[in-house]
């Protein structure tokens, strides 16, 4: 009888959800893995709901979307895309697998997969911080929200497709992306892996590159020649689903 393969918690980008995240989702489905989604309350298609969302209430819910899995001592594999790397670390405080088994517990987090995301450098850092104190020209701060004014994140995707997935966008609070955190990548004591997109235009990789010297031993780093989303690029998606699936199996 083969092993019991670790479960998937994919912890999403901002302004996405479930629905952009299908085909990665099926697709590890079909590997075999049990996928689990955390909402992120930071973003929600109702505006008034992420007024004064942070980061730690993302995490907070991937915590508690977790707590059951390991709580019957099952491993799980986190997968991080774009901004879920701030909240995703975070929410692997206590629970990696290196902390439990310090406190004689069985299961936890055993290595997280960070996808083109934000794997901030240092404590006491914002998402906003990372990117110069200011938003990128696509990006609108509007108070309680910060909207996108375009499909630039969808890089490699015709007109069409951009604007089908733009109107899927929900809204994401501002809190989530001031925030600094306490407890970033170069803390955790558990295997990392980091998929660089080669040309991602929303985090390039010079950026990327940046975040990937500070993690620390134990990073293994891949390479997708891509854009932001291979998720949703065809000529890579599968590429992507191996990688991933490598790392759950290491």
Same mark, same amino acid.
Request: negative net charge; contains cysteine; charged residues 20%.
């Given at each position: 009888?083969?092993?019991?393969?670790?479960?998937?918690?994919?912890?999403?980008?901002?302004?996405?959800?479930?629905?952009?995240?299908?085909?990665?989702?099926?697709?590890?489905?079909?590997?075999?893995?049990?996928?689990?989604?955390?909402?992120?309350?930071?973003?929600?298609?109702?505006?008034?709901?992420?007024?004064?969302?942070?980061?730690?209430?993302?995490?907070?819910?991937?915590? $508690?979307?977790?707590?059951?899995?390991? %709580?019957?001592?099952?491993?799980? *594999?986190?997968?991080?895309?774009?901004?879920?790397? /701030? =909240?995703?670390?975070?929410?692997?405080?206590?629970?990696?697998?290196?902390?439990?088994?310090?406190?004689?517990?069985?299961?936890?987090?055993?290595?997280?997969?960070?996808?083109?995301?934000?794997?901030?450098?240092?404590?006491?850092?914002?998402?906003?911080?990372?990117?110069?104190?200011?938003?990128?020209?696509?990006?609108?701060?509007?108070?309680?929200?910060?909207?996108?004014?375009?499909?630039?994140?969808?890089?490699?995707?015709?007109?069409?497709?951009?604007?089908?997935?733009?109107? $899927?966008?929900?809204?994401?609070?501002? %809190?989530?992306?001031?925030?600094? *955190?306490?407890?970033?990548?170069?803390?955790?004591? /558990? =295997?990392?892996?980091?998929?660089?997109?080669?040309?991602?235009?929303?985090?390039?990789?010079?950026?990327?590159?940046?975040?990937?010297?500070?993690?620390?031993?134990?990073?293994?780093?891949?390479?997708?020649?891509?854009?932001?989303?291979?998720?949703?690029?065809?000529?890579?998606?599968?590429?992507?689903?191996?990688?991933?699936?490598?790392?759950?199996?290491?």
């Amino acid at each position: 009888m083969s092993p019991e393969k670790p479960i998937i918690v994919i912890v999403h980008g901002a302004w996405q959800g479930p629905h952009q995240y299908a085909p990665l989702t099926q697709s590890l489905n079909d590997k075999g893995f049990t996928v689990m989604q955390p909402a992120n309350p930071s973003t929600s298609q109702n505006r008034a709901e992420v007024a004064g969302k942070t980061c730690y209430d993302d995490a907070n819910n991937i915590r $508690t979307v977790m707590e059951e899995p390991l %709580a019957a001592g099952k491993e799980v *594999v986190m997968v991080c895309h774009s901004y879920g790397g /701030i =909240p995703g670390t975070l929410s692997l405080e206590g629970f990696q697998t290196t902390d439990r088994q310090a406190k004689g517990l069985q299961g936890g987090v055993k290595r997280v997969v960070y996808i083109s995301s934000f794997a901030l450098p240092a404590q006491d850092m914002s998402a906003c911080d990372f990117l110069g104190g200011s938003y990128p020209p696509n990006m609108d701060r509007q108070d309680d929200c910060v909207a996108i004014l375009d499909g630039s994140i969808f890089d490699e995707m015709d007109e069409e497709t951009r604007a089908s997935l733009m109107s $899927t966008l929900a809204f994401q609070s501002t %809190a989530s992306l001031e925030t600094r *955190v306490h407890f970033v990548g170069h803390q955790l004591t /558990i =295997p990392k892996t980091y998929i660089s997109c080669l040309t991602d235009t929303a985090i390039p990789l010079e950026a990327q590159r940046a975040m990937i010297a500070q993690l620390g031993e134990g990073t293994s780093v891949e390479e997708l020649k891509c854009g932001h989303i291979p998720f949703l690029i065809p000529r890579v998606k599968s590429e992507l689903v191996d990688m991933i699936e490598r790392a759950a199996l290491t």
